[in-house]
């Protein structure tokens, strides 16, 4: 879903559903905002997008007689104070507003201005902590925490919440350096009976060692592209993969393969397996707009315990083979 819903308004329609399925996630939403509401959450009807003249509210809902609004937004800096309050009739203290930033500068006045008159300012990260803190503080049903649970892993994805609970090991990196020069020199340098690899870096692109959709250091992305050549191909033997790890938050580095859909590139292997990719045994599947073969848990485990550089080599190059052995089996199975 997150891959998928991700813009400003899915996020909002997500919210309003998760809503509108369980009232102890409705109490929850509302009340981050305003704590007066509390229980009578459940007697509130919330509206998704109320208009008024040429303004659009995300949420809108009667508390006790009086008018409420809720504003979301990702990127959008356009804040609606002094807009919104007048056309749909509401003082600061009923008009909240959650954003995936944590800060901005709107008619000449910051968030903290803001918030000093009363406006109910939030993030998408503290409403994630404040659910988080909920599950532990309040008596739930399994299938309440598995709600919140879900809508939470929805969030973390669109707004790309990233939650730290472990202390860096600065010292490890030095790693990133050896694996670099691992890929460069000795892994990704295979003759197979199937299939011979070469490493490719060919330009800027190439070398910054990300996919097409991960090239800047923020995304922790490291890797290299490599050309492949499988021999018992009739035609089109040529393609082009990645290899690399994706480092993970509170979770070992994932190592993976992938190929693109793009012409010339990964393309060829990408039809392949992409007709392969519904079957229960496929160890493939599609993220991001490539195709990807993960290093399992245990062969990771090995891989960092090895005592040598001769056996890590040998272990990165095992995976590589593993992943390239699985496209040619695919590929003479689509040929019987």
Same mark, same amino acid.
């Given at each position: 879903?997150?891959?998928?819903?991700?813009?400003?308004?899915?996020?909002?329609?997500?919210?309003?559903?998760?809503?509108?399925?369980?009232?102890?996630?409705?109490?929850?939403?509302?009340?981050?905002?305003?704590?007066?509401?509390?229980?009578?959450?459940?007697?509130?009807y919330i509206e998704r997008e109320r208009q008024c003249g040429n303004n659009r509210?995300?949420?809108?809902?009667?508390?006790?007689?009086?008018?409420?609004?809720?504003?979301?937004?990702?990127?959008?800096?356009?804040?609606?104070?002094?807009?919104?309050?007048?056309? @749909?009739?509401?003082?600061? =203290?009923?008009? $909240?507003?959650?954003?995936? +930033?944590?800060?901005?500068?709107? !008619?000449? #006045?910051? /968030?903290?201005?803001?918030?000093?008159?009363?406006?109910?300012?939030?993030?998408?990260?503290?409403?994630?902590?404040?659910?988080?803190?909920?599950?532990?503080?309040?008596?739930?049903?399994?299938?309440?925490?598995?709600?919140?649970?879900?809508?939470?892993?929805?969030?973390?994805?669109?707004?790309?919440?990233?939650?730290?609970?472990?202390?860096?090991?600065?010292?490890?990196?030095?790693?990133?350096?050896?694996?670099?020069?691992?890929?460069?020199?000795?892994?990704?340098?295979?003759?197979?009976?199937?299939?011979?690899?070469?490493?490719?870096?060919?330009?800027?692109?190439?070398?910054?060692?990300?996919?097409?959709?991960?090239?800047?250091?923020?995304?922790?992305?490291?890797?290299?592209?490599?050309?492949?050549?499988?021999?018992? @191909?009739?035609?089109?033997? =040529?393609?082009? $993969?990645?290899?690399?790890? +994706?480092?993970?938050?509170?979770? !070992?580095? #994932?190592? /993976?393969?992938?190929?693109?859909?793009?012409?010339?590139?990964?393309?060829?292997?990408?039809?392949?397996?992409?007709?392969?990719?519904?079957?229960?045994?496929?160890?493939?599947y599609e993220d991001d707009g490539m195709l990807w073969f993960d290093m399992s848990?245990?062969?990771?485990?090995?891989?960092?315990?090895?005592?040598s550089i001769e056996e890590q080599t040998e272990l990165l190059q095992n995976f590589?083979?593993?992943?390239?052995?699985?496209?040619?089996?695919?590929?003479?199975?689509?040929?019987?």
């Amino acid at each position: 879903m997150a891959m998928r819903l991700k813009g400003e308004n899915n996020l909002s329609d997500v919210t309003w559903a998760f809503c509108e399925t369980s009232q102890t996630f409705k109490r929850l939403f509302l009340s981050f905002f305003f704590e007066e509401i509390g229980q009578d959450a459940d007697d509130i009807y919330i509206e998704r997008e109320r208009q008024c003249g040429n303004n659009r509210v995300d949420f809108f809902f009667e508390h006790d007689g009086q008018n409420y609004i809720i504003e979301n937004k990702i990127d959008d800096r356009c804040q609606h104070f002094g807009e919104y309050d007048k056309a @749909f009739g509401v003082k600061p =203290e009923r008009f $909240g507003y959650i954003m995936n +930033y944590n800060d901005f500068q709107w !008619n000449g #006045l910051s /968030r903290k201005d803001y918030a000093g008159r009363g406006y109910q300012i939030r993030t998408w990260e503290s409403f994630y902590d404040y659910l988080e803190a909920a599950k532990t503080e309040e008596e739930m049903s399994e299938e309440e925490q598995k709600l919140i649970l879900s809508y939470q892993t929805y969030l973390t994805n669109v707004c790309n919440i990233v939650k730290i609970k472990q202390p860096m090991k600065l010292s490890a990196l030095s790693g990133l350096m050896s694996f670099f020069q691992l890929l460069n020199k000795k892994v990704l340098y295979i003759d197979h009976e199937n299939f011979q690899v070469r490493v490719y870096i060919n330009g800027r692109e190439t070398k910054f060692g990300g996919n097409w959709g991960r090239v800047y250091p923020e995304d922790c992305v490291f890797g290299r592209f490599f050309s492949v050549t499988f021999r018992t @191909f009739k035609r089109n033997k =040529e393609s082009y $993969g990645w290899f690399g790890l +994706y480092c993970r938050a509170n979770d !070992n580095p #994932l190592l /993976r393969v992938g190929f693109d859909n793009y012409n010339g590139w990964g393309q060829t292997v990408y039809k392949l397996i992409e007709p392969t990719l519904k079957e229960k045994d496929s160890e493939w599947y599609e993220d991001d707009g490539m195709l990807w073969f993960d290093m399992s848990e245990d062969e990771f485990k090995k891989l960092d315990s090895a005592t040598s550089i001769e056996e890590q080599t040998e272990l990165l190059q095992n995976f590589v083979c593993k992943a390239l052995e699985s496209v040619v089996r695919i590929y003479e199975n689509s040929n019987q």
